[in-house]
């Protein structure tokens, strides 16, 4: 069995490429770098089995949201990966991770990922294709970088800084999935053979605000700071939890469950980051 990973080297592909491999795929993996994204693509002729469309060039939205037309970047790579899957349909299914976060209009991420389902919709055409669209939620683990509000949170509070701050007002609620579970749900999807014409959403049902989760991830540290917000920068919409919209799948609804509560998970993060710094 062979699978095409684009955004393999990315923070989601570096969890679900060695689980294919574990459960039998040969993986070709391919980096999430446009121009390398679309040389591989445009070389590799015979069909896949399983294709799974991770790559995007994530900016936080603070930035994003000040990049002008440059924030739309990624619908160029999403129609030539739906072209190219049009043209050689995988034999069991392709996967299009889009979002949560297509709730926020203001947003340009939004968009790209609703113009990314769009074309997901326009492949389903072909009833021999499978074509599952997901949405996952906040993923969160301690090898993302500093763009994803989880790790831009627990490096400011290994630092011990005081106040330990969060963007926007901090009330904002968001589903957070650790890796792990928002991986073995990919690899779940693909084995249970899982068909589905409507978005999956992949989230806990457990909504956390960002004042919280500071707190928490402090808690973990061991100290107590003062939690500040930032109320100038962005925040996007005020809650996004898994289970709330009518026109999406709940992954729970299909059978799957979640393995790792935030605690645990932050737990987790806090211990492996100090011992990766003590090993420095």
Not at 67 to 72: F, K, N, P
């Amino acid at each position: 069995m062979r699978a095409l990973v684009t955004g393999s080297d990315g923070f989601l592909g570096r969890h679900i490429v060695p689980r294919l491999e574990l459960i039998g795929y040969k993986v070709v993996p391919v980096p999430a770098r446009l121009e390398e994204c679309l040389g591989i693509i445009g070389s590799t002729m015979d069909p896949f089995d399983v294709v799974i469309h991770l790559a995007a060039n994530i900016q936080n939205i603070d930035a994003r949201m000040k990049m002008g037309v440059r924030a739309y970047h990624d619908i160029h790579l999403d129609f030539l990966m739906a072209e190219y899957v049009q043209s050689r349909p995988p034999t069991q299914c392709y996967i299009y991770p889009s979002s949560c976060a297509i709730d926020s209009p203001e947003d340009p991420y939004a968009w790209v990922k609703r113009t990314g389902e769009e074309f997901c919709k326009a492949l389903r055409k072909n009833k021999d294709l499978n074509v599952l669209t997901l949405r996952p939620f906040s993923g969160y683990g301690v090898d993302q970088t500093d763009q994803y509000p989880f790790r831009a949170i627990l490096s400011r509070a290994l630092n011990e800084e005081n106040p330990l701050t969060v963007w926007g007002t901090g009330s904002q609620v968001r589903d957070f999935i650790h890796v792990d579970d928002l991986a073995d749900a990919f690899i779940w999807l693909i084995n249970e053979g899982i068909y589905s014409s409507r978005p999956i959403e992949i989230g806990t049902g457990v909504g956390t605000n960002m004042l919280d989760l500071a707190k928490m991830i402090a808690n973990a540290v061991g100290y107590s700071p003062e939690i500040k917000p930032m109320v100038e920068k962005a925040q996007a919409s005020w809650k996004r939890v898994a289970g709330c919209n009518p026109e999406a799948t709940d992954i729970r609804q299909l059978g799957w469950k979640c393995q790792t509560s935030l605690y645990e998970g932050v737990q987790t993060a806090v211990r492996t980051a100090v011992n990766e710094r003590v090993d420095r």
